[in-house]
Antibody
Framework: QVQLVESGGGVVQPGGSLRLSCAAS????????MHWVRQAPGKGLEWVAF????????YYADSVKGRFTISRDNSKNTLYLQMNSLRAEDTAVYYC???????????????WGQGTLVTVSS | EIVLTQSPATLSLSPGERATLSCRAS??????LAWYQQKPGQAPRLLIY???NRATGIPARFSGSGSGTDFTLTISSLEPEDFAVYYC???????????FGPGTKVDIK
């Protein structure tokens, strides 16, 4: 079965950096685009970044553009999110998620990890 | 940037009742819209993709409809486990950008 396991969350000071990882299993990782989605405490979902199946293109929400970098290592079935210049408003649970992209699905994120909490505080 | 608006913000219903949730886009998203259910402390779960297709394992009481700017998620008869927050999400064609709506909470009346 599909499993997505995030790691790397924690407490960091404003202006600091953190790298999140997501270990994927149960599907052909190199065939699917992947997302990071976040949720601030008590708030709704916010899409953060998307990377195509082969890492050729990356897309970001305006709120993180220039500060966050999404990447992947298909040989290790792992997705990453490098977060720099962190702000208090980046405090959230960060979910790694698999895009449904296929010939029969275009808009949908079909599998999600359980999330890792990032707290930006002094 | 495409903005999604969901209504109502809260829907108070009893088990067995029909729930109708609305999602409106600020410009056409064709049929590139998905619906998710989220319960407290859990990750979201995909219910509907491409506006009207049920995801794997989703019960038939969940259905999605609409295209362009107006979309609806219908739960034909609420089960106790359906009380949760529901989000819509769109995918722009090019460049691929993704937006979530603010959510509709379905709670027990």
């Amino acid at each position: 079965q599909v499993q997505l396991v995030e790691s790397g969350g924690g407490v960091v000071q404003p202006g600091g950096s953190l790298r999140l990882s997501c270990a994927a299993s149960g599907f052909t990782f190199s065939s699917y685009g992947m997302h990071w989605v976040r949720q601030a405490p008590g708030k709704g979902l916010e899409w953060v970044a998307f990377i195509r199946y082969d890492g050729s293109n990356k897309y970001y929400a305006d709120s993180v553009k220039g500060r966050f970098t999404i990447s992947r290592d298909n040989s290790k079935n792992t997705l990453y999110l490098q977060m720099n210049s962190l702000r208090a408003e980046d405090t959230a649970v960060y979910y790694c998620a698999k895009d449904c992209s296929s010939t029969s699905c275009y808009a949908g994120i079909d599998y999600w990890g359980q999330g890792t909490l990032v707290t930006v505080s002094s | 940037e495409i903005v999604l608006t969901q209504s109502p913000a809260t829907l108070s219903l009893s088990p067995g009742e029909r729930a109708t949730l609305s999602c409106r886009a600020s410009q056409s998203v064709s049929s590139y819209l998905a619906w998710y259910q989220q319960k407290p402390g859990q990750a979201p779960r995909l219910l509907i993709y491409d506006a009207s297709n049920r995801a794997t394992g989703i019960p038939a009481r969940f259905s999605g409809s609409g295209s362009g700017t107006d979309f609806t998620l219908t739960i034909s008869s609420l089960e106790p486990e359906d009380f949760a927050v529901y989000y819509c999400q769109q995918r722009s064609n090019w460049p691929p950008m993704f937006t979530f709506g603010p959510g509709t909470k379905v709670d027990i009346k």
